[in-house]
């Protein structure tokens, strides 16, 4: 048996995103009480604004859940695309931040019977972590994702929100909580200005 570390370790990346799969359905039957999209819009087309090319401003909070009001602003760029004929989609971004720059990218994934989608991320500065999927879905043009984590070892819910769609701005925002949902602190927004 070949033990290449390389493959070997795409195969734990490809096991460790099993769970949010499983999530993912399970999101879908607690969220299947809203709403449902109009016939021939299907959830698979949630995402459909966001496709073509992208100038990026981000404001991200230096500190967080501390109170602070220690904002810093940067740009970057990204390209969004669908994959797997609408049920998914993924973005190559680069973002120029603090005299460096960097590579993400952003997939997502979608469950057409219950409209639930999954979100994950992974950064070119660790190639070989992917964050956990937040899971969620759209309701009245506004795609709300949450998932679990830690911050300087405490556990904190995180919420993504895709917002304020159109053919030609679109912005997420990212909040966190340290009291199980309770209350909400933003702490990363990125606008987008399409060039395509």
């Known amino acids: 048996m070949n033990d290449d570390p390389c493959r070997r370790r ?34 698979e087309r949630d995402f459909d604004a966001f496709f073509g090319s992208w100038t990026v401003r981000h404001r991200r909070l230096k500190t967080r859940l501390a ?32 005299g460096t720059s960097y590579r993400t990218l952003g997939l997502r994934a979608c469950d057409p019977q219950t409209g ?15 964050d956990a999927a937040g899971i969620g879905r759209f309701s009245d043009g506004v795609g709300l994702f949450l998932s679990d984590d830690t911050l300087d070892g405490r556990p904190i819910k995180v919420r993504g929100q895709f917002s304020s769609i159109s053919p030609d701005v679109n912005q997420w925002d990212q909040a966190f909580s ?19």
């Open 116 to 130: 639930a989608w999954a979100d994950w991320s992974l950064d070119a500065r660790d190639p070989l972590k992917i």
């Open 67 to 98: 109170g602070a009001n220690d904002w810093e602003a940067y740009d970057g760029a990204t390209s969004w695309r669908s994959l797997l004929g609408g049920v998914a989609n993924c973005n190559d971004s680069i973002t120029h931040r603090g």
């Open 10 to 43: 795409l195969m734990q990346l490809s096991l460790a995103i099993l769970p949010a799969l499983a999530a993912l359905g399970e999101a879908g039957g607690a969220l299947a009480d809203d709403a449902p999209h109009v016939a021939g819009q299907g959830p």
């Open 178 to 196: 340290a009291d199980d949902g309770r209350t909400w602190e933003t702490n990363y927004v990125m606008r987008y200005i399409r060039t395509a």
